[in-house]
């Protein structure tokens, strides 16, 4: 079971970036995927999370209203959509698979880990 992260890299301040995870070795269509990032020194913190099913979709309130989650169980792949890029933003992104069909802001939640994106914007 893999996922595997990818789009991320340098931005200017107030760019935009797109991150896809897409699984691989099994679906999960019926799971919650989310996003968290981390930061060099600091703790790994919530972003953003869906549903199985593409509803319930929320954000962190750093992000809210700059950055979207999405999912395509089609395509086995969910979506960050991070709009109005600040140098604060700029982590490491890991894409995970919850436990559970609902979404949430919690690690421990999760079960499944990709590997991480890096996103940099720089001012």
């Known amino acids: 079971v893999q996922l595997q992260a990818s789009g991320g890299g340098l931005v200017q301040a107030g760019g935009s970036l797109r991150l896809s995870c897409t699984a691989s070795?099994?679906?999960?269509?019926?799971?919650?995927m989310g996003w968290f990032r981390q930061a060099p020194g600091k703790e790994r913190d919530f972003v953003a999370a869906i549903n199985w099913n593409g509803g319930g979709a929320y954000a962190a309130g750093s992000v809210e209203g700059r950055f979207t989650i999405s999912r395509d169980n089609a395509k086995n792949t969910v979506y960050l959509q991070m709009n109005s890029l600040q140098p604060e933003d700029t982590a490491v992104y890991y894409c995970?698979?919850?436990?559970?069909?609902?979404?949430?802001?919690?690690?421990?939640?999760?079960?499944?880990w990709g590997q991480g994106t890096q996103v940099t914007v720089s001012s």
């Open positions: 995970a698979a919850a436990r559970g069909a609902v979404a949430g802001g919690q690690i421990s939640q999760y079960k499944y």
């Open positions: 070795g099994r679906t999960f269509s019926n799971n919650a």
